[in-house]
């Protein structure tokens, strides 16, 4: 039977090493630690009682992926519908950006008015002084 490291099941199920470590820690994924410095592996029997536990996650190997066919037309459509929301957040993105760029104009007008009303303060002071 196979053994993986962190590292290997953190890229097998497209997720961070700390993600696995993490699980490792709480016990949701059994593992054996080697040594400190080589870190834990898991078996291939401890990865499927994990995947078994968690359907959310699925082993991708070789760029294939375990899902079954309503599962496949599930995450395409859930795709789709993210790239939309991506595409949405985009354009709000930049809308925003514009009201920054004015909010940052006006700022910069508003700060020479300041600075011109000082002088012309100072100025008064001057003459009355």
């Known amino acids: 039977m196979k053994n993986y490291t962190v590292k290997e099941i953190a890229s097998l199920l ?7 470590r993490r699980w490792v820690r709480s ?19 401890n990865l499927n009682a994990f995947l078994a ?11 294939i992926t375990a ?5 496949s037309v599930s995450v395409n459509a859930r795709i789709s519908e993210l790239k939309s929301q991506m595409e949405s957040h985009k354009a709000l993105l930049k809308e925003k950006k514009k009201e920054v760029k ?16 000082k002088k012309e303060k100072k100025k008064g002071k001057k003459k009355n002084g």
């Open 53 to 63: 536990s968690h359907p959310n996650y699925s082993l991708k190997e070789e760029g």
């Open 27 to 45: 016990g949701e994924l059994s593992a054996r630690q080697i040594s400190r410095k080589s870190g834990n592996v898991i078996s291939e029997e």
């Open 102 to 117: 004015n909010i940052e104009s006006v700022l910069k007008e508003e700060e020479k008015l300041l600075e011109k009303w």
């Open 67 to 71: 899902y079954t066919a309503d599962e």
């Open 14 to 20: 497209s997720v961070n090493e700390e993600t696995v």
